[in-house]
């Protein structure tokens, strides 16, 4: 994570919570946008894309995983959405081939790339990354860090999120200490969490209630800067 802000938790509980988050996301965060995607096979990364698309008028009957053609591009009435799966890619130079640095350019576009670590050195320091947990049949956590630097857009996306999706708030300690156990954070992938344990430590008391939002949540939140 490069910024030591924020970070926002949704809980879902089904397929349709997951796209919603996605539907959501794509509705509020204006373009061009960069969407990293990470989470094991089946958490649910796709079907997060299909809310992305939904998001932006495309239907989402045309949305699968890229994995063999590594790019597909969508087009809707006001935005197109790149979807991208890095799961097959050898490294970053195979990204030149399907002409990523113009995809990600392209100002009126949505991109989302799955499994974004393996091409981590290529990705922009703009973008929000969603790491999506999988916790059960249906049960899935949402860790979304917005590293725009435009404040009124992370507010805006922070306010839509915890209205529409019932999503939680919370403070990266600027000292990179692990919000579960305290330890120093040294790793990037589990960021802002020490570990994989750690996070998903954090993500069972999350689901079980021992977090609360803070305060009521307004029907005009998502529209507040």
Same mark, same amino acid.
């Given at each position: ?30 373009? *061009? ?11 649910? !990364? ?12 495309? *239907? ?24 991208? $799966? ?115 430590? $954090?993500?069972? !008391? ?9 305060? *009521? ?9």
């Amino acid at each position: 994570m490069r910024r030591e802000d924020r970070f926002i938790r949704v809980e879902t509980r089904d397929e349709e919570g997951t796209e919603r988050a996605g539907e959501v996301i794509a509705e509020t965060c204006g373009t *061009p946008a960069f969407i990293a995607l990470e989470g094991d096979l089946g958490a649910g !990364k796709t079907r997060f894309a299909r809310g992305l698309a939904r998001g932006l008028g495309i *239907p989402t009957t045309e949305i699968a995983s890229p994995t063999f053609v590594v790019h597909v591009e969508h087009f809707g009435p006001h935005r197109a959405l790149s979807h991208l $799966d890095a799961y097959r890619l050898e490294g970053t130079e195979e990204l030149e081939a399907i002409g990523f640095d113009e995809i990600v350019a392209d100002r009126n576009r949505v991109v989302a790339v799955e499994w974004a670590s393996r091409i981590e050195s290529a990705l922009p320091a703009e973008r929000i990354d969603v790491r999506i947990d999988h916790r059960g049949e249906h049960l899935r956590g949402l860790t979304i860090a917005d590293h725009r630097t435009d404040a009124a857009l992370r507010r805006r996306l922070e306010s839509a999120l915890e209205a529409r999706c019932e999503g939680r708030c919370f403070t990266i300690d600027p000292d990179r200490h692990c919000p579960a156990c305290g330890a120093t954070v040294e790793a990037d992938r589990s960021r802002p969490f020490c570990s994989p344990r750690c996070r998903l430590a $954090d993500l069972e !008391k999350w689901f079980g209630g021992d977090y609360a939002i803070s305060r *009521p949540i307004e029907l005009d939140d998502e529209l507040m800067d």
